[in-house]
């Protein structure tokens, strides 16, 4: 359901409306920088553990997923989302959870570019986070949130 206070948007009160409004960019903007700051986090902490400790690409995509996460959740407190009504704790575990709902589209995607379609593995993981990224946020802003 959408804040009484929602803008309804170029698309009207539905939810594309509610996303297409200047607080649903400024949503998404304030995401994807975070977004991108904790993801160049994530691609230095796969390239340190594949590349200097030998570590499997799989488990470094799946270790440098959830560092970035628990950053990003920070950021989504405080910055993007800030003044949200959910508490920390519950905010936080469905934060979790649709981080493992990104995490299986990206490890699935990457699988697919990486080892099927032979793409380079910092590659892969580039292109199998767009698609999961925009989904994610789409639901924090919406269900976790509560802010379109």
């Excluded at 649903?24 to 340190?48: E, H, P």
């Excluded at 981080?99 to 593995?121: E, H, K, N, W």
Aim: hydrophobic content about 60%; aromatic content about 10%.
């Amino acid at each position: 359901m959408p804040p009484e206070d929602a803008d309804p948007g170029i698309g009207g009160r539905g939810f594309l409306g509610r996303v297409l409004t200047r607080k649903g960019l400024d949503l998404y903007l304030r995401n994807a920088l975070a977004s991108v700051a904790t993801f160049l986090l994530d691609l230095v902490f796969i390239w340190v553990l594949v590349e200097k400790a030998g570590a499997g690409r799989l488990l470094a995509v799946a270790l440098g997923f959830l560092l970035a996460n628990a950053l990003h959740y920070v950021l989504a407190r405080v910055w993007i989302f800030r003044g949200s009504a959910r508490g920390m704790a519950s905010g936080y575990v469905l934060f979790v959870g649709n981080a493992l709902v990104g995490l299986a589209l990206i490890l699935g995607a990457f699988t697919l570019l990486s080892d099927v379609l032979s793409v380079p593995y910092l590659a892969a993981r580039i292109a199998a986070s767009l698609v999961a990224g925009t989904a994610v946020f789409l639901f924090n802003a919406t269900v976790n949130f509560g802010k379109l």
